[in-house]
């Protein structure tokens, strides 16, 4: 096998310094009814060569050169070519988490501008070192807010993504952590803030909300806030699309913001490896989950990082940690920081620009459903959504989300997404096929 | 004699906001080929926001720069040996990483239609068959991001199979020499943690598990071969113990790289265990991740495996989302799928045969080290040890120097330092695990420079406690950064 650095003769004379002359002997203190006693049922190794062919032939099974029209928490992006030469140098790719400050001061400088530039995008005075992806850092903010103000209840708006919503709900389920939605106007798409002051009681601890929402909609933050706080709870604003950040007001009137930054150079693959974050306000963050970088001083008095607060960590607090995370997605948040000191603040901006255009370019030729600002995507009521799909997919187009899997009342639209990397002329298609496949009463331009 | 390792320049750099000047740029946008819009028109003026302060302005060179000299004070994998205990710090296969960028995987939309994901869902529906396999179970999720995350789910799959029977019960039995993330676990799930002290010989009691265990155990969650490195020898007793009384049995897997052919851990009583993918099957840590922390079980725990489930119809893969006893998502979409395809190399480059030739050497070389460095670290447990060993300072503190100045002073040998401290139940822990990717040349310069730090321990003990010497930086002041935290740049 290529990768056992060892030769037959070393391996022999390793056994004779253990006392041991058959292999099988550093095995004998297992109990005989626990081994294994026949090979693995699986083919013998193959060559390099063989590997790439394997997984050039999945490739091929799967669907290639689409123009691609989803977005709905994963967005197709253009990755700068220095994200993968950055992340591909061992030091980064093969080093541990940076416990031994002396050797790890590359890993944590870079999670230390990690954790500074999701403040400067946020507004927030602190920012974890990542946490899984968006989807889970959504029930650890939840769990955040509990412990900050002692109370047990969650409301979650509709338009929070429906599989961060569905996580959220697996957690909760076993800790008396009751959850509770509230709708979004059908006309505007945005919060349906009565829903939400109507549900609103003394013993909600965390009003979660998503900005752009599910739909793309630039939402309502500031009245959420303002609902929130009236009560005692906090505001946990939600965003899936980081890119959005560029030019959208930050949620500074949040108290916890959880989000996912795949569109920071992190490729779609199929669903993961992503990096979500918390960040919050200082008074909060002794009741962060995750790995913190902090600054310090080396003994010659030279500036040095290392991990911190590690007291609220579960190595540390084991069952009365606030979380149990360890691993957490380290690589992934280096591609999203290279991907921000690549862009940079002019960068952001302008790549937020061109997806605000694009998107308001398909949008101009065919009627958004809801009214409310959107940033890259939006919502369009098209009438038989899967022979719509199918018509594009004929064009080597991947349409739209259909969305009545998450809302049975929208099971008549899609969710659009366009980006800097989508085609005007892949749009005039899309926009063609939709006009044509609907009665002219349901899509006017 | 330190021979791994000669000092060299290493390049100073400030932080990236620190090099900033305005205007300047590492990047270049394509024309826009759709007309301008005017944002404050689009989003409504109070939407947008004003420019992102601080925020880098940097040219390309002064980018790549700047990463690449921050890279440079990091020790890696490889540069040398890594023998961090219970991290499995093997060699990262470069085909990995290639292959994980493939494009039409690593561009595979999660919303894309099933019949353009084929080959996505067949390169999981493979890897869950090969780790059904290896860990003797019946069926896998791959969802769970890392091995806590994995904890949880298996942790509530127990729950829901309990509850389905009556009574979810109270309490989780941990061994007190059981990683932090089990009880966190545990405590997230809802469930009470109870540790139970291991035996004389560091492995479970069994006579006094069988006292424990009653109506309110769910689960025993055990690491196996446990943190010691050794097998826990009653653990079909143990099992036995805990299905008489309607309670399960969770194992950790993290320490797998032992047994990976050798035995599987469905034969000896587990009914439910996690992976680590970024262990055992050698996906990078990336300076802390990304991970995966797939979960296999037993039959009767299927049914409530998280949904969607990947599922042939015919010809075809789809996704089953109709899963009524499911205990839910654990995450968005399906899994850390890049994370997968690296581990399904790492098996296709093994295969069977090559997977157990992996666990023999990654066992040879503990015991190796254990054989060479008895005379000379105290040994706290005397079982045979499997993937890794655990040593205390016992010896070496008499003299005023602990484990902690022993793993600092090995960096001045060239090595990254064992796991320090952990497990718990020995004092001043010194947890070795070499794996199987380390020759026998890098292995004697570590037992080497092992042996040199003991000596140096007698002779001249101020130089282990003041180390390291010769990093570009010297012991960080931890504590400072606890009490002051400063978890962000500001300008001055
Ligand atoms: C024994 C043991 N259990 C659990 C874990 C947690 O796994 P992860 O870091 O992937 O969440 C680890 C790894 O750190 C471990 O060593």
Known sequence: MRYLPKSDFERREMLGACGVSQPEELFAHLPEAARLGRPLNLAPGISEYEIVQYFRDRAAENGNGFACFLGAGVYNHYRPVLVDTVVSRGEFLTSYTPYQAEIAQGTLTTIFEFQTMICQLTGMDVANASMYDGSTAVPEAAMMAVRATGKGRVLVARSVHPEYREVLLTYAKNQGMPVEEFGYDPETGTLDLEDLERKMDDFTAAVIVQTPNFFGIADQVKEAARIAHGRGALLVVVFTEAVSLGILEPPAEADIVAGELQSFAISPSYGGPYAGIIATREKYIRQMPGRLVGQSVDSRGNRAFCLTLATREQHIRREKATSNICTNQALIALMATVFMTVYGKQGLRELAEQNLAKAHYLAGKVKPRFSGPFFNEFVVKVGAVEDLNKQLLKKKIIGGLPLGRFYPELADSVLLCATEMTRRADMDVVADTILRAATPTEVTA | ?492
């Open chain 2, 1 to 492: 004699m330190i021979n791994k390792v000669r000092p060299h320049l290493s390049q100073n750099e400030l932080l990236v906001f620190e090099r900033s000047s305005p205007g300047k740029k590492a990047y270049q946008l394509p024309e826009l080929d759709v007309p301008a819009v005017d944002a404050a028109e689009a989003l409504g003026a109070a939407n947008v926001r004003a420019e992102i302060e601080g925020f880098p302005e940097i040219s390309e060179v002064e980018a790549i720069r700047h990463f690449t000299r921050l890279s440079t004070w990091n020790y890696a994998i490889d540069y040398g040996m890594y023998p961090l205990g219970s991290c499995t710090m093997k060699y990262n296969p470069r085909i990995n990483e290639v292959v994980a960028r493939t494009e039409a995987l690593a561009w595979a939309h999660p919303y894309q239609p099933a019949a353009l994901a084929q080959g996505s869902m067949a390169v999981m529906a493979q890897l869950e068959a090969a780790l059904a396999e290896i860990t003797g179970m019946d069926a896998v999720t791959l969802q769970p991001a890392a091995g806590a995350h994995g904890e949880l789910t298996g942790i509530l799959l127990i729950r829901a199979l309990l509850e389905k029977r009556g009574n979810p019960r109270k309490k989780i039995l941990i061994p007190d020499s059981a990683h932090g993330t089990n009880p966190a676990t545990a405590a997230i799930a809802g469930y009470a943690v109870q540790n139970i002290p291991s035996s004389a010989t560091g492995v479970l009691d069994v006579s006094a598990l069988a006292q424990i265990v009653d109506k309110d155990v769910a689960a025993l969650m055990v690491t196996n071969p446990n943190t010691l490195g050794v097998f826990e020898e009653n653990i079909i007793q143990a099992a036995e113990i805990l299905h008489k009384k309607g309670a399960m049995l969770y194992m950790d897997g993290a320490n797998m790289n032992a047994l990976v052919g050798i035995a599987r851990p469905g034969d000896f009583g587990v009914d439910v265990m996690h992976l680590n993918l970024h262990k055992t099957f050698s996906t990078p840590h990336g300076g802390g991740g990304p991970g995966a922390g797939p979960v296999a079980v037993k039959k009767v725990l299927e049914p409530f495996l998280p949904a969607p489930r990947l599922k042939r119809t015919g010809k075809k893969w789809a996704w089953d989302y109709n899963r009524k006893r499911s205990i839910g998502r654990v995450k968005a979409y399906y899994g850390n799928f890049g994370v997968l395809v690296r581990a399904l190399a790492y098996i296709l480059a093994h295969g069977g045969p090559g997977l157990r030739n992996a666990t023999v050497d990654a066992v040879l070389n503990a015991v190796y080290i254990r054989k060479r460095l008895e005379a000379y670290y105290d040994l706290p447990y005397s079982q045979a040890n499997m993937h890794e060993v655990v040593f205390s300072d016992h010896r070496q503190a008499k003299l005023g120097v602990h484990t902690g100045d022993i793993a600092k002073r090995l960096i001045d040998y060239g090595f990254h330092p064992y796991t320090v401290s952990f497990p718990l139940i020995v004092h001043g822990a010194l947890m070795i695990e070499p794996t199987e990717t380390e020759g026998k040349h890098e292995i004697d310069q570590f037992i080497e420079a092992m042996i040199s730090i003991a000596q140096e321990i007698e002779t001249d003990p101020q130089l282990v406690k003041t180390a390291p010497h010769g990093t570009r930086t010297s012991r960080v002041d931890e504590v400072t950064a606890a009490r002051k935290p400063v978890l962000r740049w500001k300008p001055a």
